[in-house]
């Protein structure tokens, strides 16, 4: 289903603890519920071990705009886009990853480093459909979830700090190897894939917070802003949001990449 308003998929902003990231020790936010049954401690470590699933939100040079990350900020649907161009396992905390890179909105590009915190996983039961490209698959299914913080390092553009939860859904290959598995009926990450869902501050002690929230790929055109025009073969962005920066989303533009520049 797809779903009417950015406001109605974001809901009211909430306050919340900010989860731990470089520089702060923060209390971390309650988990997305997901349905399916809870994998214990030892048997989720060992699944992340071997999963490695840092890699799954991390950026692939090769990948170029594919994988960038849209979503909303605020309630008019604000383009809101995030590259994580570095990812580090915590080998200390199984689960834990710190992380960097660069999100983009009102135009302006800015960078940021923080944590991302997988504090469960679960097996999705059989009432969670999960479709590949033969129909429904008879793969395993996983959903993890857990919480992240990021904070931006300077303070051109939006700066501040995101925070909030992740969810993801996931299988993992003969190699041992996790990917995404980007249709489901999974209500914790909006129908499969993944999920940030959060909200900004401008200061760590604020009060007042913005709702936000960013996918992957082109699931933000069909899942956040359901008012965009999709057609049968082509998807069209409704000029109404060109106002708040959807007006590029086809433009291969690289815009996280450091710009060289020219000396003689």
Known sequence: MLLTTPTLLLGSPQPQRL????????APVTPLAAP?????????????AQANLGRLWQHQAQSGTEDVLNGCFGYDGQRLEFVFTS??????????????????????VTPFRGSIEVQQVQRLPAEVKVYDNNGIS???????????ALQATNSHGLGGQF???LALDFQVGPSKRAYLVENT???ATRNGGLLFEGVWREQAAATTTVPALWKQGIAVTQQVLS???????NVEINPKYTRVGWNNFWKNDEWW??????RR
């Open 19 to 26: 989860p731990s990231f470089a520089g702060a020790v923060t």
């Open 36 to 48: 399916g049954a809870v994998l214990s401690n030892a048997s989720r470590n060992t699944l992340l």
């Open 87 to 108: 990812v580090q396992a915590d080998a200390k905390n199984p689960g834990r990853y710190l992380v960097g890179g660069k999100f983009r909105c009102y135009g302006d």
């Open 138 to 148: 008879p793969v395993p299914t996983y959903c993890a979830t857990g919480s992240f």
């Open 163 to 165: 925070s909030g939860r």
């Open 185 to 187: 009926t999974n209500p």
């Open 227 to 233: 008012r965009f025009e999709i057609g049968g073969r």
């Open 257 to 262: 990449v450091e710009k060289q520049v020219a």
